[in-house]
């Protein structure tokens, strides 16, 4: 069966499949590695082309349809997950451009059937208003852009064909651009520090890329957008959808595994002082009430604007708020689960051989993805006061 074929089928993530994900986990955590074997499957299952519309060969699975297959990824692998989704979320982007109508974003459909492996190159020290501004210089040259920065964070840094990156042109400093361009690797100029050694999802591998005025030519360039809230047309918010929601459900999915470790483990915990598992303390039903009210909110809210965004639903200049909404009350809600899991296991869940312990430093860093708690609530107060996004705050 070609890749092509098995890609048209929606769900290639077999249950052997992910016992073998789920097994190899905590050594790529330990050792700092990436999922070289995983990737290597699911590039092989076709899962890497699920998001490519059917005409060009793939499974077409909308923003919704993929999340799931996320969150059931994420379960047993969340950092095979979260580095695998960077791809998707360029590679639904395009299908989303092209299901609009527009063409201009085919080529990528056609290069990820072709094996092209997309990453995401945004995040910039001293940015935190991610794709809207960039500390990365873009400067317009015949035929294309030459662009020079420092990119974080790109995961899938072993593997990627084509960074997909935004950079600023200032040469006119009344109007700013922000430059979207795909970046593929052999550019010369381009250079990989090894710089990831970090709290959780390690397994990303997310190296910094240096970028020393690399060359992108017209036909790599996605958009050329004003810099700012201004900016975001269908391409800019097709990223933070398929991003963010799909953030949202990866964390949604190690706390739901971590509350199903926490019933399992209590159903067993004995104490000295108790003649029944520790599963019959009060306390203890407390914090799994609360770990399941929390994630009976979280689900719903990132299916809802997940289902709106893939159906066409018009929420106009609301869209860009309840995607950072959904995101931030994901991440948020995740973490407080996880930390409560942590809580109910005790001391002996700080063990390294324990799941709960890599779950919990995973879950922590679903709270720095774009857009931080400040950004978010910026955004969504903004939208509901009918502030433009972009003005900032007078003073006296």
């Known amino acids: 069966m070609t890749t092509a074929t098995k890609a048209t089928s929606g769900s290639v993530l077999t249950d052997d499949m ?42 077409g699975l909308t923003l919704a349809e993929y999340a799931r297959q996320a969150r059931r990824l994420a379960r047993h692998a969340p950092a095979t997950a979260l580095a695998s989704n960077m791809h998707h979320y360029f590679v639904g982007v395009a299908a989303d451009v092209h299901r609009s109508g527009d063409s201009t974003l085919d080529w990528m459909l056609e290069e990820a059937m072709a094996g092209e492996v997309f990453a995401a190159g945004h995040a910039e020290s001293g940015n935190d208003i991610t794709l ?25 840094t072993p593997v990627w064909t084509r960074l997909g990156l935004h950079s600023m042109d200032t040469s006119d400093p009344q109007a700013p651009k922000i430059v979207h361009a795909f970046l593929p690797r052999d550019t010369e100029g381009v ?29 790599y360039i996605g958009r050329v957008v004003p810099a700012g809230a201004a900016g975001v047309d269908l391409f800019v918010l097709s990223i ?13 999915s190690i706390a739901e595994r971590a509350l199903e470790e926490t019933v399992k483990n209590l159903q ?7 003649t029944r598992p520790m599963a ?25 604007v997940a289902e709106d965004w893939s159906n066409g639903v018009d929420h106009g200049a609301v869209w860009p708020s309840k995607i950072v909404s959904a995101k931030y009350h994901a991440v948020e809600g995740s973490w407080r689960v996880v930390d409560r899991a942590l809580d109910l296991a005790g001391g002996f869940g700080i063990f390294k051989r324990g799941s709960i312990e890599r ?16 950004l978010t609530h910026e955004f969504v107060a903004k939208t509901a006061l009918g502030i433009n996004p972009d003005e900032q705050p007078r003073w006296g």
Do not use: C
């Open 132 to 156: 809207l501004l960039s500390t990365t210089a873009a400067e317009r040259v015949d035929g294309g852009y030459r662009i020079t920065g420092r990119k974080s964070f790109g995961s899938l």
């Open 18 to 59: 992910l016992a073998r994900f789920e097994a190899r986990a905590p050594e790529y955590d330990r050792e700092n590695r990436f999922f070289q074997e995983d990737f290597d499957e699911l590039k092989e299952a076709g899962y890497l082309q699920l998001t490519v519309p059917q005409e060009f060969g793939g499974a």
């Open 240 to 252: 933070f959808a398929w991003a963010l929601l799909s953030f949202g459900n990866i964390y949604y």
């Open 280 to 304: 019959y303390h009060p306390e203890s039903q407390h914090h799994i009430a609360e770990m399941v009210m929390e994630l009976d909110s979280i689900l719903p809210h990132l299916e809802s």
């Open 359 to 374: 779950m919990f430093r995973d879950a922590r860093l679903g709270r720095l993805h774009p857009a931080n708690s400040a």
């Open 191 to 219: 250079r990989i520090e090894e710089t990831w050694d970090v709290l959780g999802m390690r397994a990303t591998r997310s190296d910094d890329t240096i970028l020393d005025g690399v060359f992108v030519p017209d036909r």
């Open 268 to 274: 067993s915990k004995t104490s000295i002082a108790l």
